[in-house]
């Protein structure tokens, strides 16, 4: 509470320049990894076979990796699901074998190598045209969701700030799209959701900064544009801090105890809100300053004959 008492004064500013070199650099490593390493996408989008195995006691991933891989599944993945007794089971679509096929010859060699039967929970299949579809999809969710940002924010403000937020959003999406890409981490249905909920996350953010800006802009009657900017994003920083705290508190919980289902989903939020804390003050702001904001563009325009009115 007494940190909302204390209004900061911090020329945030100041930095925009040196801000929008880290975020010029962050893009392109970003680009320059999707375009050479892409997304390692799940099998959402690929198509495949996940096969839940249960074990009586704990399993050593290496020694199942090279048990399937001398029963000729070279690019099967494997890895701890809630606990080390537990498997999922990656393998990619196969023209010659069906669903059922690779899931009971991979129960019988784990079977055979563990030396006791194996406990098969679950095995789901996607087909290739499922995962096509779900790519275009995702992909059109996505853009489609910043074309209505982008006109709900123009309308309600100004298209200098649907501009900004927009900036901000592709800013925020890209780096964290590139981190996924740079650690080569599973890119499924889950992480997706995540990416669309950063997109929610930083524009709600962004828009509590542009509301200030607006409001400042039109009290404040000394001053640069950059000093009303500075003003309001010290003003919203108390808010600003505190919603992204409690936000990762709860990230942070779902990242290490909830399990191997959500550990990518609370990984993209976790990354999303940081970036999109860091690019509502520094991309979003800086980006109305650049696209050249002032107070006349944001002053309420009088109707005529509104003076006349009020007159006895």
């Known amino acids: 509470m007494s940190m909302a008492k204390k209004p900061f004064a911090i020329d945030f500013?100041?930095?925009?320049?040196?801000a929008v070199v880290i975020s010029a650099t962050l893009i392109l490593?970003?680009?320059?990894?999707?375009?050479?390493?892409?997304?390692?996408?799940?099998?959402?989008?690929?198509?495949?076979?996940l096969i839940?195995?249960?074990?009586?006691?704990?399993v050593d991933l290496k020694s199942v990796r090279s048990t399937l891989a001398e029963a000729g599944f070279k690019d099967a993945t494997a890895q701890h699901f809630g606990t080390s007794k537990d498997l999922l089971i990656r393998i990619a679509a196969s023209?010659?074998?069906?669903?059922?096929?690779?899931?009971?010859?991979?129960?019988e060699r784990l079977d055979k190598e563990a030396g006791v039967k194996l406990d098969m929970r679950r095995v789901e299949f996607v087909g290739p045209q499922v995962g096509d579809e779900l790519t275009e999809q995702g992909g059109l969710a996505m853009l489609f969701a910043l074309i209505g940002i982008l006109i709900y924010v123009a309308l309600r403000f100004e298209y200098r700030f649907a501009f900004g937020s927009v900036f901000a959003l592709v800013h925020d999406v890209m780096i964290t799209l590139g981190i996924f890409s740079l650690l080569g981490i599973e890119f499924d249905l889950t992480v997706l959701a995540?990416?669309?909920?950063?997109?929610?996350?930083?524009?709600?953010d962004t828009i509590v900064v542009?509301?200030?800006?607006?409001?400042?802009?039109?009290?404040?009657?000394?001053?640069?544009?950059?000093?009303?900017v500075n003003t309001s994003i010290n003003e919203t920083l108390a808010r600003t801090l505190m919603t992204s705290l409690t936000t990762m508190l709860v990230l942070l919980a779902l990242f290490f105890l909830g399990g191997e289902v959500i550990?990518?989903?609370?990984?993209?939020?976790?990354?999303?809100?940081?970036?999109?804390?860091?690019?509502?003050?520094?991309?979003?702001?800086?980006?109305v300053l650049m696209l050249g904001v002032s107070k006349e563009d944001l002053m309420q325009v009088k109707k005529e004959g509104v003076e006349l009115d009020d007159l006895p």
């Open 194 to 204: 995540a990416i669309l909920a950063v997109i929610g996350y930083s524009l709600n």
């Open 13 to 18: 500013m100041s930095k925009r320049k040196f």
């Open 210 to 228: 542009f509301d200030r800006v607006r409001e400042n802009f039109r009290r404040i009657r000394k001053g640069e544009p950059v000093d009303v």
């Open 263 to 287: 550990h990518s989903f609370a990984l993209a939020l976790i990354i999303g809100v940081v970036v999109g804390t860091y690019s509502s003050i520094y991309i979003a702001s800086a980006s």
């Open 29 to 49: 490593v970003a680009i320059f990894s999707l375009a050479t390493r892409g997304l390692n996408f799940g099998i959402d989008f690929t198509g495949g076979t």
């Open 52 to 58: 839940e195995v249960a074990y009586p006691e704990s």
């Open 95 to 107: 023209d010659t074998e069906g669903s059922s096929e690779i899931s009971n010859r991979v129960l």
